[in-house]
């Protein structure tokens, strides 16, 4: 196990609620970046890529696509947004994947642009893709800022949150602030 994933250590792979915990004990653990990801198959080069993710509410994760494959989520605990951009940088659609209110899965096309947003302050949510992973399978958006820059992040993360918001009160979540009161806490 390395800081922020695990892989599956057989060809039988099953994702058992009690692990859900350990995987939020993981992720706490990383401060800065407090996620983590148990993969149910062996390997990068795998041809199906799995992953149980826990994130926090914390840490910047910048926009990308993946170029030749699509994706897709499944929220198994907490609310995420999926927020897709276009080609020039701008928000065109917030998916908020909540089993309660919202939608339970999303399925992100090849080539477009998007970035998981936690809106509660945990969320552990699935999410599966063609493999092999390379360096090649995600590519950065040009104009996703560098988490370096604090200053451009914070603007671009307000952005974000403004639109995120809007989808989680379209459907009756009130604000990221009301969810993060709230479930997974």
Known sequence: MDKYADFAQDNIFVFRPSKMNKMREVA???????????????????????MYIC???????????????ATTHFILEGIIALVIFDEAGRISRVEILDKE???????????????TFV???????????????TAASNVLAPWTPDAKDGQAVDEFMKRVEDAVNGSCRAIGLGTIEDSRKGRCS
Not at 35 to 44: M, S
Not at 101 to 115: F, L
């Open 119 to 133: 809106v509660t302050t945990w969320a552990t949510y699935f999410e599966c893709k063609a493999g092999p992973f």
């Open 28 to 50: 706490e653990m990383n401060k800065g970046r407090p996620r983590y990801r148990i993969c149910a198959h062996q390997d990068t080069s795998d041809n199906l890529q799995e």
């Open 55 to 69: 994130a926090k509410d914390e840490g910047y994760i910048p926009v990308y696509k993946h170029p030749d494959t």
């Open 101 to 115: 209110k919202g939608a339970w899965s999303c399925r992100v096309g090849a080539g477009i642009y998007y970035m």
